[in-house]
């Protein structure tokens, strides 16, 4: 072999683990997008991966009781970054972002005690994933947290074209008993066995309506873990947190390749 | 470059390509070691990358009601190729091997109704696995499959010097309630929400005697899965299956590393 071809082998791998770091840390596109329910006037974070050609799967994520926080729009990119077009739909309405925990609770409340509204506006939210042009809308799953995990389980209860969807720290009340029977792909649920919010009997209450239904489920229980274990407050939460994302991320591979 | 050098290169990376693809199929040495607990000869099954210098982390496998069938061995193996020196204990005794279910409820039964004698039993067998040369004792952990459910967390809350228990497919009936304060280490529990030797309610006790002991712990929950799942007879039991060998690898994984 010449040196001349050696070096232009050099060359060439240099070349191919440039491309893959840059792979790896690729820049991701994020854009607000206002939408309609009704007369309601909505803002939802879209986040995914701008070098990806072609139609990729879509996630649509349903937020926690905080709204747009900051945490919200990091967990958005965070699952973005594991391949997937990700929407954040907006729950509560354009600029509607609580501040205390009593203005949090005040806007969960409306659409906890109201189903159909709940459904409604995460459906609009579905819509606007649905419509991008890089979603391959077969592939589409949803990941909901705290509320979000209520709103999820309302939204595949619905019979949504949904593969899968993942509840990370869900609250799991009221939902229609046999409503479980309408959802079509799998379900993970990932929870604290110390979750206040949402003990282990509300727990149980779900994981039995997805058993008589035949629900095709996983739960993944983690011990000494609170509510909101995604911002975690002692070492059992640290490990928590550092499972779920393994777990989540491990499930949405699996329901959407 | 001189191509003479050039070929010693090509050379060097073809025999490290060798030795890679020997070690992931290292030939596995297994062994059969009688041992003694009190009067009683047992007989358990060692296996391990002999290829490997050095210490390596420990697992001590408890068996099924079927004591050494081809499944135990099976597993045993399975545990081996992930980097670990397996030693399957014996609780029935050398050449106790059941084959029928009347048979194995029967054996089990003695170890079920007699706690301190299923505690010394599996102790004897965690007293082989220390003494094996190749095995750092500060890095054991233990697996146990159905009966051997029972067997592990009665190891492990005598305050064993374990890392960590996963349990397969475990029962979980009259455990001290007091007990679980004794465990050290960390506990996975695998197991199918359709099991009827091991229902809801009595996962829901052991969770519950977990809890109030602060033990650390993580629940994976398979819809669908019925006892045995590692012999999958539906489709929810072929990913249960797949499912549980990807958690327990990472489980053993991260507390023996």
């Known amino acids: 072999m010449k040196p001349a071809r050696l ?17 790896a840390q690729a820049a991701m596109k994020t854009q607000w997008i206002d939408y309609k329910h ?3 006037t909505l803002s939802g974070y879209l986040v995914y991966d701008d070098a990806v050609s072609g139609k990729q799967p879509g996630v649509l994520m349903a937020h926690d009781r905080s709204g747009f926080s900051e945490g919200t729009i990091a967990d958005a990119e965070m699952i973005a970054k594991l391949g997937y077009v990700v929407f954040a739909a907006d729950m509560f309405g354009k600029g509607v972002v609580p501040k205390t ?12 005690n109201d189903r159909p509204l709940m459904r409604a506006r995460i459906l609009a939210g579905l819509d606007v994933l649905k419509s991008q042009p890089n979603v391959d809308t077969a592939r589409m799953a949803s ?13 595949i209860e619905t019979g949504a074209p949904l593969v899968g969807f993942a509840s990370v720290h869900g609250s799991f009340r009221n939902f229609s008993p046999e409503a479980a029977k309408n959802i079509k792909g799998r379900v993970l649920i990932l929870h604290g066995a110390e ?9 149980n209450a779900v994981i039995k309506q997805f058993r008589d239904a035949k629900v095709n489920f996983d739960v993944n229980l983690y011990s000494g873990a609170t509510h909101g274990f995604t911002h975690p407050s002692n070492p059992s939460e640290v490990r928590a947190d550092a499972e779920y994302k393994v777990a989540m991320a491990r499930f949405l591979k699996e329901v959407l390749h």
């Open 7 to 23: 070096t232009s082998l050099v060359f060439a791998a240099a070349a191919a683990a440039l491309l893959q770091a840059g792979a």
């Open 38 to 40: 009704g007369n309601t």
């Open 101 to 112: 925990v009593p203005e949090m609770t005040d806007l969960i409340t409306i659409y906890n």
């Open 143 to 155: 990941v909901g947290y705290c509320f979000g995990g209520t709103v999820g389980i309302e939204l």
């Open 195 to 203: 979750d206040p919010v949402a003990p282990m009997e509300e727990l």
